[in-house]
């Protein structure tokens, strides 16, 4: 199975109780298919100015991301800048410097148009809907939005809403999109627009899945030292489509599954800064931790 | 088994964005003992005023529950007002009218002194410390407290502490109470003041436990529609304990089950106002939402 994603690739500034780091490697693209490239090879598709340094790209190609589609413009790359206050709950953006992200158009080449799972990362609704138009018949689709989008451009964020399968998308956002604050409404309500499949990330309280069987509850890990939730949610997507590409297949049991893949990778990822974690990261670990979150629930 | 409860017993005026209630039954040890009286037979031990309305003793008694703790003091009753805002989680102290409860002095007959699990709804911990020296040999005991104890009686509260098996408490409770944001941490923190078992209840996020097996995570039930967050804390407890006692043991297993009946008396609580839900709600019920707790975490 192939994995496409579709999103930014950013430089980030990073600041948490725990320290700070200087134009380390970010962007959900990034986070998405480092995740995911445990479970399937990725093919990432974003764009890069001319000071985004090499290393980068031949870190997601070591772990055997297809990085062809990530472009580069002359000018800026995305950058962006963070501090988290003493709970981790709270983040403060600094800065946000859009660069060459601002004139961002994908274009996929054939061998990407063949994809069988396709994740479309936050980014303009027009232009999610305008790569998925490019892929021939995938087998699976999922996107996430903001509340940039919600605000911004509503008209657009529906009609692409109706074209995907999967909306994976955090509680505060889901509410907003829906004008409902019980999120059960809220997963319902958005169900209407079109995503059969609704995924609710709540940061330290888990995850929702919400589909045809009903509802299932994906915990967070219950981590004792927390350095950087920069990425969580991303990563939470790349290990859930990961799985689910992985399955070959979409249904109630592949997705519980995918649910508790998403929530094992989203824990190694806050456990250090940036994307540093995936650096050593081995799948030995990812199943260790999978099944203690049998243990975490079993009754 | 018996199961003791001693607690607040009061009259409370709750508003909330489905509607308002005026004087309705209400108190720690009354949604405690409601809860556990599906359960076992509950012993509940308070104070009320001469104001107090006998056809609240009289529900009390329909359920099984043991009232003669619950003495009358020339005065009246605890009265307490709230106010939810709209999304529930929020609440607004309206008023707080300690009446009779502010001298509250339980004294346990003969009978109650023999019981062999008790509670401690959340009173002065000198009190708390009282009441368990006069059970004779409790098999297991457990007790709540809050920020004004935390705050106020820091020395008293430790003492408490460690003469307790099990503290349930609120998460910004545990975190004040330790001074750590992480609650692995924190609970770690209150194991080493004494209670060896850990309950850290997040509301509409669910509860925790911490004991010697590790961590068990019980998830709070996906509601379309809440009335009343009132008394869901005390009710969780009163579920637990309950369940507790009628396994008539204390470990691993009991505990986990004990805490997805704690999760599904709790959510049937929040249907409706008050104890309201309670004047309906079967055992069937209760069965039957305690299996769905199954589904929502099956992998």
Same mark, same amino acid.
């Given at each position: ?38 479970f399937?090879?990725? =093919? ?21 991301i ?64 305008d ?53 059960v ?86 456990e250090?800064?940036?994307?540093d974690?995936? =650096?050593?990261?081995?799948?030995g ?15």
């Amino acid at each position: 199975m192939s994995l496409l994603v579709v999103g930014s690739v950013a430089l980030d500034d990073i600041e948490s109780p725990s320290g700070a780091r200087t134009g380390v490697l970010g962007g959900a693209a990034c986070y998405f298919a480092l995740a995911a490239s445990y479970f399937v090879p990725v =093919r990432a598709v974003g764009v890069v100015g001319d000071d985004f340094p090499k290393e980068h790209l031949d870190f997601l190609r070591a772990r055997g991301i297809d990085v062809e589609g990530i472009y580069t413009s002359p000018g800026k790359t995305f950058r962006w800048g963070g501090r988290y206050r003493d709970s981790l709950n709270v983040r403060d953006t600094l800065f946000t410097e859009l660069g060459v992200f601002d004139g961002f158009k994908p274009k996929l080449g054939d061998a990407h148009r063949a994809s069988d799972f396709v994740f479309l990362a936050n980014i303009h609704p027009a232009l999610q809907l305008d790569v998925l138009g490019q892929v021939r018949s995938p087998m699976f689709n999922a996107m996430d939005t903001m509340n940039f989008w919600i605000e911004g451009t509503p008209a657009e964020l529906k009609k692409t809403l109706g074209q995907v399968q999967c909306l994976i998308i955090n509680d505060e956002e889901a509410r907003q999109l829906t004008g409902e604050h019980n999120l059960v409404r809220a997963a319902a309500g958005i169900r209407e627009l079109g995503p059969r499949i609704v995924v609710i990330k709540r940061g330290e309280h888990g995850a929702l899945l919400f589909d045809e069987e009903g509802v299932f509850m994906a915990p967070a890990f219950p981590l004792e030292e927390v350095q950087d939730p920069t990425g969580a949610g991303d990563t939470f997507a790349g290990g859930f489509m990961g799985s689910l590409a992985r399955e070959r297949f979409v249904g109630s049991e592949t997705l519980r599954r995918a649910m508790i893949f998403g929530s094992t990778l989203a824990s190694f990822c806050v456990e250090e800064f940036g994307v540093d974690r995936m =650096r050593t990261l081995e799948m030995g670990e990812i199943y260790a931790r999978y099944s203690l979150f049998r243990s975490l629930t079993r009754f």
